[in-house]
């Protein structure tokens, strides 16, 4: 049987057995997927509970719908932030979107001292991130979207994440120490909170005060990686070793 579209709601959007779909996700559901009454689908309101839902009435303003069946999730693996120091162009499309697909719990654009890109139209960027955010949560069957914040200094991030008690890294071309050995000591859950440099990589005065408040410096191999790369290929790691 194949797979049944998935979409988020809101719990303002429940009243009983009848959930009603607004906004953005009713041409969706109507003009794309040209479905219609007595099609089903999963509606998801972002804190563990599923609904398999079937059609009752469909317009162009909204779409009703008839809760069949309940099913609670439960959130495994660590809740992973993301501290992503802003890189140029839509290469932060592409880690948002990723990060997403891997797990992330929250997302936070960093600017660093290397951060060539200048932050215009935050909120406007903001929107398309978190946008970004809902359609790959969709996409990859998570059962919540990511929360992007809004863009921090990089100080103000790392002195917070340090005061926070989560498991602190710090993937640099001057770390030592493989990330899966500092994996392989960590708590099977948890809190992770994970540092990636913008294009050019953290200065050394940035990596000295992360890892003086607590973050382990660690390699992800002998190549140096795009800052995209690196991003991805860390929170794979992270979700393979708490699979």
């Known amino acids: 049987m194949p797979r049944l579209p998935r979409f988020f709601i809101s719990p303002d959007q429940i009243a009983g057995e009848t959930i009603v779909v607004r906004g953005e996700d009713v041409r969706h559901i109507g003009a794309v997927l040209r479905m219609r009454a007595g099609d089903e689908l999963v509606l998801c309101d972002g804190g563990g509970t599923d609904y398999r839902v ?23 693996g660590p809740r992973i932030t993301l501290g992503q120091g802003l890189p140029k162009s839509d290469k932060m499309d592409f ?27 935050e ?44 498991l602190l890294l710090l ?16 708590p099977p859950a948890g809190a992770i ?30 190549n140096i990686l795009r800052t995209e790369t690196a991003a991805v290929a860390a929170l794979a790691m992270i979700a393979y070793a708490f699979s």
Not at 55 to 76: C, F, H, M, N, P
Not at 201 to 217: D, L, T, V, Y
């Open 54 to 76: 079937r059609i009752t009435a469909i317009d162009r303003s909204e779409i009703r719908t008839a809760v069949l069946e309940r099913g609670l999730r439960e959130r495994s």
């Open 123 to 166: 909120e406007k960027r903001l929107g398309r991130w978190r946008k970004i955010c809902r359609e790959a949560a969709m996409q990859s069957n998570r059962m919540d979207i990511p929360v992007v914040e809004p863009v921090s200094s990089y100080d103000a991030f790392v002195q917070e994440a340090g005061a926070s008690g989560s």
């Open 193 to 222: 909170t994970m540092l990636i440099g913008p294009e050019g990589g953290f200065s050394e005065k940035e990596a000295g005060f992360a890892i003086q408040r607590g973050f382990h410096s660690v390699s992800l191999g002998r």
């Open 171 to 186: 993937p640099w071309e001057e770390g030592t120490e493989p990330l899966r050995n500092v994996l392989r000591k960590a």
């Open 95 to 121: 880690i948002v979107q990723k990060a997403t697909e891997l797990g992330v719990a929250s997302i936070v654009p960093l600017v660093t001292e290397r951060t060539i890109v200048k932050v215009r139209d």
